[in-house]
């Protein structure tokens, strides 16, 4: 039982509890820990604080929040791979090797913030330096949610500890135990399409003539593709996705990470150009590819629920990696999330105010970031009828390959790219502060960041240039 005598001598106001130890639930720690009235502790399953995987790409706004929260300082140059001249990404022709798309980053992002490729482990260390270890329980496999009478919520564990606690941020990832509690209905499905993740030396890779020093998408048709890029240190990352339905009598797909014998695929790779199946080749004899079959689940309306439990990450939104930003998301999340209690404990409501400073506070987050992730998924409804459509069309491979790069690049909003959460939290704030209600914003101005923008270069504008005109007719 968790001693709760300790945690009224700490004389905090909100108890919270973080499921998952992963960079979302790290991130949220290390904002929580900011917050003068809030006790805290992170749950992991696991019996350490570990991430397994392939590499991740640090966008430059994640690259802000790293700063923001202190992590930033304990990322070398030396732990991740950033193109010297400035590129995100291209995409090439897996068949023929054709260079078909180069993504530079905006020509304004500082060095020092441009996308940068890493192993998932140097994040989530860089993450866990930062969070007091006092505070991370290890070994908590959550096996019951209770909502108890008080509005509070009740926590099991399989080890038999308990806790009760005022809010839950639920960071525990795609299969996220509190989202099945909260939303019993909800289900996951494998979408037929499996992920395979493998790190090579990254002197043998240089070996291969034609692999380039950028983070490339392989590109072929029906979702089959290779992805390379160096990471830092001696380490070069090796992905691969293709469809492959779950048959009859096979083992259960599963979306965590398990040992898989590359060799057994390489045929279905035939078809790409040799500096592709070279490093193919050399991944599956280097023998340390991990399997991950690729779920789905119907879309939550709503990050929060009960008025006392908020998801972040893919606990809330799994976008299937198609914006490279998974890590991302979960850090815009767990700040947001922040900033709204401290905006919620900082207004000390009247006693007569309906609504707890709580649940001011999970309804803010909400209406910030749940009309973003809507709109988000309705780009990713709009690559899938690109592709769909595309593929009715008969077209010659290299083709549809082409011109499937071309159509999803075009479909691509650059505010995807732009948005920046800080300002979107700074810009509701303000609205808030005049008056409106929590979501009015939002909901009448789903981009509010970019709206404010635009409204206060104007108005800066008008009182300048009135001031000039009012100054040159006083001295006529």
Known sequence: MTDLKNDQERGRQLKVAVIGGGPGGLAGAIELAKLPFVDWKLYEKKAEISETGGGLTIQPQTWKLLERNGAAEHILESDFYRSSDGLIEQRCNGRTGQLLLQKPCPKDTPYHRQSGRCARSKLQTALLRQVDRRYICVGKKLVGLEQLPDSRVRLVFADGDEDEVDLVVAADGIRSVVRKFCFPNHSLTYNGQSVYRAIISKAKAAAIPGIPWAATFWKHISGLYVYTCPLGDDDFEVTMRIRRPHQPGQPEPV??????????????????????????????????TQEYAMFSGTRLESAISSGNIAFVGDAAHALLGNFGSGAGFALEDVYALGRALEWAWNRRPSKDQEETPLAQALDLFDSIRSPHYQRLYKI??????????????????????????????????????????????????ALLGSGSEVGECVEVYPNSCYYFRFVRKFWVYLVLSLTRILGRSKKT
């Open 255 to 288: 979306s965590w990470g398990h040992p898989f014998d590359l060799h057994t695929l390489l045929d279905e790779y035939r078809d790409f150009c040799p500096p592709v199946r070279q490093i193919l080749e050399l991944a599956a004899k280097e023998g340390n």
């Open 380 to 429: 990713l409804d709009n690559f899938k009828a690109i592709k769909v459509n595309l593929h009715a069309e008969h077209r010659p491979v290299d083709e549809e390959i082409a011109e499937r790069v071309k159509r999803i690049s075009d479909a691509s909003e650059e505010w995807m790219y732009d948005y920046d959460i800080v300002q979107a939290v700074d810009d509701t704030l």
